[in-house]
């Protein structure tokens, strides 16, 4: 009983809001009018992170390597897409929702596939997936587009009171709350014992088992979850930038990603956000400098990242914010290595 | 009839070209368990090493192959040595990132050097056109294809089983730690495999480029190809891979002709239902451990 209840302060005392969680969204939110001129790559980032956030879910704390997670994305986009198109559901946020939940559905199903196997069959099953969908998509052009994407794609105004504006100004605020909500679910799933459940599972599925977590029904679950969240990022691809096209689903997309979550680091949610701000900054900075083979550049930080390691990267990186916080509040560090990258 | 004849034949040039492409490949996974999506930028290089020796320097084609084969071989140990060894310990994740840093490099690095559009490496007159055989029209590149790979396959398979390397390769594969303990240094074994593989897909590559095509982008094209064949076919012996090989380059040439329409979707289903049914392979008894 005693060790129960140990469990669940420590759980509660991990879960508690720090200040440097409050300060980080106080300054997304000042970011929004610090640079007005700037929301569309905000709302890019802002779509960045969550998809991050998404694959974090699935890395970071069930311990699942995807390298198709831009199905869920493309399932998303071209759902919400179509449900426009066509008028079926013309509000965005009830759009929103239902683009979610057929990527969640898609997930789902294809989660069945996923936990079988190893990492490596898992790789080849999520990449497959996501190449099978992209082939889908290309076939059934007559619904989809085929190359040329999905066309003319009209939004009706969010909740029937905000339009979406040229400037974007709608669209990143729509995100950007749309993620918010998003991170406090993400958040509340992670720190409940549903999120303790998982950590064991990543860290040795057999002991898991034997303690009697039901490993299998645990990992469908939150793959399920995951593709919600990517088929949401998805939606808001489609619904901020009006259109879908067959890149949605392609490899890089998914390469990319993983990326993302590796400059910010796995398992601690704020990856995938920090992370996707990086990464913008980063491909900004290359396509300046060499606009035809930024890729180059990509690659490099990628193979660098692995070669230094990802642990010891985060280290060096949180040094200074770790210094800073000793000396001012004079008590431990509390922005701490994430706990993702032991493994 | 004929036509069907045909394509069973390119089918087989195909899944021959595959093979000789992805085994460098087999083994590495199965050696070291190691993930390594690159392995196709080994075979960009070699069909660029060869395009340049025929189509700049007047190098003849049948010359330039071995020099495709060697210039790979040398990218590979020198990349294995300075890079890959240190990441046989980390996690899938690990080699994963790493690999698909290194396509990304690779595949920016040859867009700069060589352009973006597609290189045509200039062929001999006596590989072109088609001779008939029995009334069943057969393409010389293909044939040549056919014959290179087929000895290739044998010179492996005889090496493999024969040869005290071969012998030491395959301990080290059965049980890394068993053959340590017997005094087979699998580091160099290790080395020396990957260096083969990897010259191997480059000899692969420069003889792929008249049928697959060659472009910067081809280690990313491809790379699915390659892990089909690796993980279809398992990582313990390369019967598997050979196999799985040939089935992948028949079904392709198959799909591609007969139901043009469906385009990958045929292999990409069929690799998902195999993997589903057997986890390790149609052939392999651990794919991974």
Request: charged letters at 10%.
């Amino acid at each position: 009983m005693s060790a129960l209840s140990d469990v669940s302060t420590h759980a509660m005392a991990t879960a508690r809001w720090r200040i440097s969680e409050v300060a980080f969204w106080v300054l997304a939110l000042a970011c929004a009018f610090l640079f007005p001129s700037r929301y569309l790559i905000m709302t890019d980032i802002v779509r960045l992170g969550l998809f991050a956030l998404s694959l974090d879910l699935i890395l970071g704390y069930a311990g699942i390597v995807s390298l198709g997670h831009a199905a869920f994305f493309g399932a998303g986009a071209y759902s919400a897409g179509l449900l426009a198109l066509h008028g079926i559901i013309n509000e965005p946020v009830i759009a929103l929702v239902a683009a979610g939940l057929v990527a969640a559905v898609l997930g789902f199903l294809t989660s069945f596939l996923v936990i079988r196997g190893v990492d490596l069959t898992r790789l080849m099953v999520t990449l497959g997936i996501a190449l099978l969908l992209e082939a889908l998509a290309e076939r059934f052009s007559d619904i989809t587009g085929g190359t040329d994407g999905l066309q003319g794609i009209e939004m009706q105004p969010i909740l029937g009171l905000f339009a979406f504006d040229m400037f974007g100004k709608t669209g990143f605020f729509y995100s950007l709350i749309v993620l918010f909500i998003l991170f406090l679910l993400a958040r509340r799933v992670v720190h409940s014992p549903f999120g303790l459940s998982l950590r064991a599972i990543r860290n040795n599925p057999l002991r898991a088992a034997a303690i009697g977590v039901p490993v299998n029904r645990r990992l469908i679950a939150v793959y399920t979850l995951a593709a919600f969240y990517a088929g949401i990022a998805g939606a808001l691809f489609t619904q901020t930038t009006a259109l879908a096209s067959l890149d949605v689903f392609s490899f890089e997309r998914s390469a990319d990603l993983m990326l993302v979550l590796v400059i910010g680091g796995t398992g601690y949610l704020y990856g995938g956000l920090i992370g996707a701000v990086v990464f913008k900054m980063l491909q900004e900075l290359f396509q300046s400098l060499t606009p035809q083979y930024w890729l180059f550049w990509i690659g490099l930080v990628l193979v660098v990242i692995v070669m230094v390691g990802r642990a010891r990267i985060h280290r060096w990186v949180l040094f200074v914010p770790n210094l800073i916080i000793r000396q001012v509040a004079g008590r431990k560090a509390a922005v701490a290595v994430p706990e993702g990258d032991a493994s | 009839m004929a036509s069907i004849l045909t394509n069973l034949f390119d089918g087989v040039a195909y899944g021959m070209l595959l093979f000789v492409l992805a085994c460098g490949l087999a083994v590495t996974l199965g050696l070291m368990n190691f993930v390594n999506l690159a392995h196709g930028a080994f075979a960009m290089a070699g069909g660029y090493i060869c395009a340049v020796l025929v189509n700049n320097s007047g190098w003849p084609f049948f010359a330039a192959l071995p020099l495709a084969f060697v210039g790979s071989a040398v990218i590979g140990i020198a990349l294995e040595r300075a890079l890959y060894r240190h990441l046989y310990s980390r996690s899938h994740l690990d080699q994963v990132l790493f690999s698909i840093g290194l396509v990304f490099m690779s595949v920016a690095a040859v867009d700069y050097i060589m352009g973006s559009s597609r290189v045509f490496i200039k062929l001999p007159a006596a590989l072109e056109g088609q001779i008939d055989l029995f009334g069943v029209g057969i393409g010389r590149y293909r044939l040549m294809i056919v014959v290179i790979c087929g000895l290739l396959t044998l010179a492996l398979q005889l090496i493999l089983a024969k040869t005290r390397f071969g012998s030491r390769l395959r301990a080290a594969v059965d049980d890394p730690r068993a053959a340590i303990g017997l005094g087979i240094n699998v580091p160099q074994v290790f080395a020396f495999t990957f260096a083969f593989g990897c010259g191997l897909a480059g000899l692969g590559g420069a003889l792929s480029a008249e049928i697959l095509g060659l472009d910067p982008y081809f280690p990313l094209k491809f790379m699915i190809y390659f892990l089909i064949v690796v993980t279809v076919g398992g990582s313990s012996s390369i019967t598997g891979p050979f196999l799985a090989s040939l089935l992948l380059g028949i079904a392709d040439v198959a799909g591609k002709y007969y139901v043009p329409k469906m385009g990958p979707f045929v292999i990409y289903t069929v690799m998902i239902v195999i993997l589903l049914w057997r986890p390790n392979g149609l052939f392999g008894r651990t794919a991974a451990r």
